[in-house]
């Protein structure tokens, strides 16, 4: 080892540097370097979360070291029970809209259908029948299948009969 001459104390031992020889193979110490590396991340995790509590506490949003655990007990009780409340109050909420969609979509069905079917009537309102044209008439049959029943000689108002005598009662 070579001595080296300090100004303050003396005399201060230097490690010897061995130059490596191109023929050795070389000796790598992982765990140490590992062990380096694994206390310079604490070191600098330690450093980071201290920047971070003087941060917070520069703002006012970290509680003083000092501070009661009671009462930093309390608060954090009291925040999850807030949190569960509004929680509480959010489901209640959805199911009452979920509750009114069903409705309105079950409603809203149902009156496509009645206009579908034709089952909504217009109330008439009592005054002179002046104001609205009279109602189409409607025909049994219509002027094609008129024309056709004439060409293969029938008469329309025995056919007529016929349908609806069958189509009242179906089992003859």
Not at 8 to 34: H, I, L, M, R
Not at 140 to 168: C, I, T, W
């Amino acid at each position: 080892m070579e001595e080296v001459k300090d100004a303050g104390s003396g005399t201060v031992e230097t490690p010897e540097v061995v130059k490596p020889d191109d023929n050795q193979p070389k000796e790598t110490d992982y765990k140490a370097q590992f062990e380096a590396a694994m206390s310079e991340n604490a070191r600098l995790f330690e450093e980071k979360e201290n920047y971070r509590r003087g941060m917070l506490k520069a703002k006012g949003k970290m509680p003083e070291e000092n501070d009661d655990i009671d009462s930093l007990v309390e608060e954090k009780v009291k925040k999850v029970l807030d949190e569960r409340t509004f929680d509480e109050k959010i489901k209640a909420s959805q199911e009452t809209q979920k509750a009114i969609l069903d409705k309105l979509a079950l409603e809203n069905s149902e009156l496509k259908n009645a206009l579908k079917n034709g089952g909504l009537s217009i109330p008439v309102s009592a005054g002179s029948n002046l104001d609205r044209p009279e109602p189409a008439k409607k025909e049994f049959f219509s002027q094609e299948q008129l024309a056709d029943m004439k060409k293969r000689g029938l008469d329309p108002e025995k056919v007529k009969a016929n349908m609806l005598g069958y189509h009242s009662n179906p089992d003859k």
